[in-house]
T-cell receptor, first 112, second 114 residues
Framework: AQSVTQPDIHITVSEGASLELRCNYS??????LFWYVQSPGQGLQLLLK??????LVQGIKGFEAEFKRSQSSFNLRKPSVHWSDAAEYFC??????????FGAGTRLFVKA | DADVTQTPRNRITKTGKRIMLECSQT?????MYWYRQDPGLGLRLIYY???????NKGEISDGYSVSRQAQAKFSLSLESAIPNQTALYFC?????????????FGDGTRLSIL
């Protein structure tokens, strides 16, 4: 069965430091991959998506993610974190059907 | 105005009560979904609908029912609420025009059952 793993329940980074959030999926072929962000009191907002082509994708708010087929990973990165990036981040996978599978989420804390 | 609107935003009720959560959208999407979010579990799909005449169970549909009143409206009901249904509930939509389009979420309904 398809699954999505976000190994880190929470991460704390200093403002201005770089960020990498990990995501691994389990699926036999190349899935459709997404990263969403959830700010407190709000729904999930799409940051970026990967369907095919260039394995490094750019998203909103300065985020990027890299698809690595050999590692079944789709890690999210940002070169310099801002305090407003504190939120929960969800990796999601769609394998070509109706259903999108979400990871358990990683909560990002940003310290001054 | 929000593209996907959920009402109410917060609700506290008692065990055994019937509850309806409502969702309306102005995005013109055919596909609508209901999820629940629990800490450490991510989002789990309750029901989904690809059009007004199409309703499907998700992975955790027991204890829930839905109604697709129109393309823009999709309601979730708890016929007899129980405490373990306390959670954050999200409605989402997606465009059926292209495969695997991202989903657009409402701001959620926080439901507490005492």
């Amino acid at each position: 069965a398809q699954s999505v793993t976000q190994p880190d329940i929470h991460i704390t980074v200093s403002e201005g430091a770089s960020l990498e959030l990990r995501c691994n999926y389990s699926y036999g072929a190349t899935p459709y991959l997404f990263w969403y962000v959830q700010s407190p009191g709000q729904g999930l907002q799409l940051l970026l998506k990967y369907f095919s082509g260039d394995t490094l994708v750019q998203g909103i708010k300065g985020f990027e993610a890299e698809f690595k087929r050999s590692q079944s990973s789709f890690n999210l990165r940002k070169p310099s974190v801002h305090w407003s990036d504190a939120a929960e981040y969800f990796c999601a996978v769609n394998t070509g059907g109706f259903k999108t599978i979400f990871g358990a989420g990683t909560r990002l804390f940003v310290k001054a | 105005d929000a593209d996907v609107t959920q009402t109410p935003r917060n609700r506290i009720t008692k065990t055994g009560k019937r509850i309806m959560l409502e969702c309306s959208q102005t995005k013109g999407h055919d596909r609508m979904y209901w999820y629940r979010q629990d800490p450490g579990l991510g989002l789990r799909l309750i029901y989904y609908s690809f059009d007004v005449k199409d309703i499907n169970k998700g992975e955790i549909s027991d204890g829930y029912s839905v109604s697709r009143q129109a393309q823009a409206k999709f309601s979730l009901s708890l016929e007899s609420a129980i405490p373990n249904q306390t959670a954050l509930y999200f409605c989402a939509t997606s465009d059926a025009g292209q495969i695997n389009q991202p989903q657009h979420f409402g701001d959620g309904t926080r439901l507490s059952i005492l």
